[in-house]
């Protein structure tokens, strides 16, 4: 028999390694604040994290025409339109709300500078795009500095935080001479001051705030009494209390400022905004707020000058607890940002916000119903287990990829526990308007089409060289798209999905005859392509998620690493991004989804500094109850 010390000596040393490892792996997975922060000598209040980044020797591949640059410990390539693309770290830390952040200082080891032939490969978003010339011409490193930050104030996973993200870029670009300067070690200090309370914490009366015009409270009540009997304490208050309160400039304003008082006072985390355009008309029975994020030439087809976005209701605070006005030059131009003239504007959700832009009261009572079988109805039916996926080729590009393919096979490969329907334009298979009805009145959990829109129609083209496009009315590839007038003959019941669109425009619900006219355009749509699949009377969508405004892909493999960019960035970054939050986090209702998808979002991209990005987060709509709970109960 062993000696009982023989038997306990071996194992405390296996305990001891496991520790050390564990402690390792939190040490690099996870820079969350935690107990091992230092007191500062600057004082008793003032405490500093300090966190240290060691990269290996980048490796640089030198093509015919460009070069890429790779090291091994940055998780990121930075791809942006026209821009160098270069690895970065990027590091999230979350503070208590309200946290400051004082000072960063940064200190690196001696730059080793390495001589390449070919200029570094530029992102790509449109065939039209060339490289920046005022990057690749001008005199200085890019980015000009190794580390930079920006800081934000949120959600994350249903807790109030404070976030500061570092982007360490171990490689910068000299594109006069040439060449690539690289650190391989660099330490960031952090100073920061937590508040002496945080205020939004322990609050938590009620969890739905619904607004909506007075002649849709009769009709809502039946939704307010089903949330309340499903656990989900809900109140009801009207556009027209709203508008007789004091603060706040505008109505839009006022019913921010509202939101706040309910979030501060009763700890809301949700919000459903019930109203848009009164019919046809011009008139608004809850006003939308327009954003003014101007993207540089040649980066979208369109220069866009405004877009309906609903997450200026969702922002309400700074990373320091300050009011998000979105107007910080007090012009009453909200959300400028055109290069000369910006409005600090936060971006990060703090509550959840979903709009049913019902125009009458019909529409309203169609919603409500809906919501209430869905949750009721879906849970274990066999139909949620398909997951309807629809695209085609998106680009002409060099290649001839199908870009729509290969994002819909991730999409699937990401929700493995589904039964893919592919409904894909192929040169194989002419992709029919039908085939899409067939496909949805079979029923699925979701819908996924990514192609090309307008406010009413969504399509793709075929490969190999996006030619025509899918879906037609024939096979003759007669009378394209799939319009608004399409959904009219679905019939797939209460078997509704939860739907993704990637398309320009398809969720811009400011459309109606009299806007149209005023416009100087025709529109026969009653509805946005995005409302209008979710309010149909036999079927439909339950929730649908679209862009606004014009929406953008990225093309090619720029970056060389094997992943199209179409997948890595945007609008594609996004989709994917919900789907891997619903299955990986177990994050099952819709609200929640898309404000963490934002969030990571802003984590990962914000500070580039590149406007698309904040033009991405404004204008991705939800048309839903952001309570809604995916699968139903």
Known sequence: MKSSQSTILPTLLVIIIVLFVIGIFFIISSPQVNEKDHIDEFGPDIKHIEKQFSFSTPEIVEGDEVTNVYVQEADFNSIHDQWPILPVNITTFEFTFGTKILDIETTCSEIEINSISQPIAYGSCSTATEESKEIYTKDELYPSEVVSYHTGGGLSKGEHKTFLTLRVSPTLYDPVNNSIHFVDNVTVTIRYKEPEFSFLEGINEYDLLIISPESFVSSLQRLVDYKNYQGIETRMYTVEEIEKKREGGDLQEKIKYFIKSQLENFGIENVLLVGG?????????????????????????????????????????????????????????????????????????????????????????????????????????????????????????????????????????????????????????????????????????????????????????????????APSLTRLKLLPFYKTRNMNFLRNGDKLPVTLVGGCNNGQFDVSFFNSLQQGKIRLSPHCWAWHLTIQKRGGSIATIANTGLGTHAMDDNDNNGVNDYLEVLDGWLELKFFELYQYDDIDVVGQTQQEAITQYLHSFLGAGDEMDVKMVQQWQLFGDPTLKIGGY
């Open 277 to 469: 355009i009164e019919g046809q008309s011009t008139r608004w029975s809850l006003p939308v707020r327009y954003s003014h994020v101007l993207i540089r030439e040649g980066t979208q087809e369109l220069i866009e000058p405004s877009f309906i976005s609903d997450l200026y209701f969702a922002d309400i605070y700074d990373s320091e607890g300050n009011f998000s006005s979105w107007d910080t030059n007090n012009n009453d131009v909200f959300g400028e940002y055109d290069g000369s003239v910006v409005d600090e504007m936060d971006l990060y959700p703090d509550v959840l916000v979903g709009r049913l832009p019902c125009r009458n009261i019909r529409e309203v009572n169609i919603i409500v119903d809906k919501i209430i079988a869905y949750e009721s109805n879906t849970k274990n039916s066999d139909w949620f287990d398909n997951l309807i996926l629809i695209s085609g080729d998106h680009w002409d590009d060099d290649n001839q990829i199908s870009e729509g393919v290969l994002i819909m096979e991730e999409a699937a490969r990401i929700l493995d526990d589904f039964t893919p329907v592919e409904l894909f334009a192929t040169e194989e298979n002419t992709l029919l308007s039908r085939d899409i009805r067939k496909a949805m009145n079979q029923g699925a959990g979701f819908a996924y089409f990514c192609g090309h829109g307008t406010s009413s129609v969504w399509g793709i083209h075929y490969p190999p060289d996006a030619a025509g496009w």
